[in-house]
């Protein structure tokens, strides 16, 4: 359940920490985080300065928040998100949507590393989310009810913004980049998948496996954020790979995307920014 006077407190918090008033926010994803160091004159929040705000326990996630301007568009860089393996509920990562909504956010892009299910999708490959897939049962939103920030009972079939989703695939294709369209399978983690299990998800629709970015999507959704998700193929899902699944790998390859990522990740907010 998001907690509103957390993610009021939050809001308010980080409004006074900065003038700039962001309608874009962008959420790094494992190893992606260098793109806050595009920022002209950013200012850094720790996540754990913010109240209502946990502490990030994936030593690839910094856990801070930057405002500043993206090639001249005002965004907040969330480095790090939360995530249920760590112990978390889905309500922990609703709060961060939750605190975007009261300081202002309109436009969430959600990103992050995944395994891809699709054997037509390779590692290093971009994948534009166009819709998810949980069989778990939690909800960043149960108990809310109507409130403020949305209504109990929400619509799902935008939930990755197809009007956003046809101006990135503009701005991939302008840099020359290559995109899949696909749908998201979460994984609770923080083990990866079983080839059975993955055998299974190919059955059911998924293209990629990803232990992220669902929980975030279904509260920006709740909230009437515009949500993209841009996801990172970075292995491929267990029983495709040959090679044992490690985090290590994870990060490398995500390093090795990083320069291609800025330029699109960049390219995507100036794009957005003017919808
Ligand atoms: N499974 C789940 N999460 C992931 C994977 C995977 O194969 N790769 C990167 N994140």
Redesign the pocket.
């Known amino acids: 359940m998001i907690d509103i006077e957390k993610c009021r407190a939050g809001a308010e918090y980080i409004c006074k920490k900065t003038d700039l008033r962001p309608k874009i926010a962008i959420i790094l994803g494992?190893g992606l985080g260098e793109l806050t160091k595009q920022l002209s004159s950013p200012v850094k929040i720790k996540y754990t300065d913010i109240p209502g705000f946990a502490k990030c326990t994936n030593k690839a996630h910094e856990g801070a928040l930057y405002v500043g301007k993206l090639d001249g568009v005002p965004a907040a860089l969330f480095s790090g998100r939360y995530h249920y393996y760590e112990g978390h509920g889905f309500d922990v990562m609703g709060n961060v949507i939750g605190t975007m909504k009261f300081a202002g956010i309109e436009k969430l892009v959600i990103t992050?590393?995944?395994?891809a299910i699709n054997p037509a999708y390779a590692i290093g490959d971009f994948v534009l989310i166009k819709d998810h897939i949980k069989l778990a049962a939690e909800s960043p939103v149960r108990g809310n009810g109507d409130s403020e920030l949305g209504d109990r009972f929400f619509d799902m079939s935008d939930a990755y913004s197809k009007e956003l989703r046809e101006k990135v695939k503009a701005s991939a294709e302008a840099l020359g980049e290559s995109m899949h369209e696909g749908v998201y399978f979460f994984?609770s983690?923080p083990q990866?998948?079983t080839p059975a299990e993955i055998r299974a998800f190919s059955l059911l629709g998924g293209d990629v496996?990803?232990?992220s970015c669902v929980p975030e999507a279904i509260a920006a959704a709740y909230c009437g954020i515009k949500t993209v998700g841009i996801s990172c193929v970075?292995?491929m899902?267990?029983g495709i790979s040959k090679n044992k699944?490690s985090d290590a790998d994870?990060i490398d390859v995500t390093k090795k995307m990083s320069e291609r990522f800025k330029k699109l990740i960049i390219r995507i907010v100036k794009d957005i920014d003017a919808v």
């Open positions: 494992s992050n590393a995944v395994g994984a983690g990866y998948e496996v990803g232990m970075t292995n899902a267990a699944l994870v």
